[in-house]
């Protein structure tokens, strides 16, 4: 698995370079690969090469509420209040919601786009409170064994 990634990052085009991947199969017949299905074919080789393992499933794939929560890294309780605030969609099957993986990973990308603008922001107030706080003396630190008991 280790040399197939390897191969696969060094067979990429320099640039300007006009390539298109092709899958051979047995029998010696070529199809071309698309680039988007070759770039994930690299990603999932150096995922492999790497240890780590891969799931592929496709976007409409229905997930339970305890799935969606571990997929996102939080716990069923919270997940369940974006549901009921209407923050991500849901359908139910009886008495249990159940989520789409597309809306999931719709969800995922919008809070990660929240966090970016947010770190973005405190990193432009905090260059400009630079200047403000290049006057103001802070006291020393001390350990704790210059306290006196």
């Known amino acids: 698995m280790i040399d197939f990634a390897r191969i696969l990052r060094t ?8 390539r298109t991947a092709q899958l051979v199969g047995p029998d010696g017949q070529k199809r ?13 080789a150096n995922a492999l090469a790497q240890g ?7 976007n409409q794939m229905t997930l339970t509420t305890q799935e969606a929560a571990d997929f996102l890294g939080i716990s069923r309780p919270t997940l369940v209040t974006y549901l ?3 923050e991500i969609p849901f359908s139910l099957v ?13 969800f995922s990308e919008r809070q990660q786009s929240q966090t970016r603008a947010s770190l973005a922001e405190i990193t432009r107030t905090t ?17 704790m064994s210059e306290f006196d008991d």
């Open 32 to 44: 071309d690969v698309p680039d988007e299905i070759f770039a994930v074919l690299v990603q999932v």
């Open 11 to 18: 067979s990429e085009p320099s640039p300007g370079e006009q």
């Open 52 to 58: 780590s393992g891969v799931t592929v499933v496709p």
């Open 94 to 106: 009886g008495r249990h919601r159940r989520v789409e993986l597309k809306n999931v990973l719709a």
């Open 127 to 143: 260059q400009q409170m630079e200047p403000l706080l290049a006057d103001v003396e802070l006291p020393s630190l001390k350990r």
């Open 84 to 86: 009921e605030r209407g």
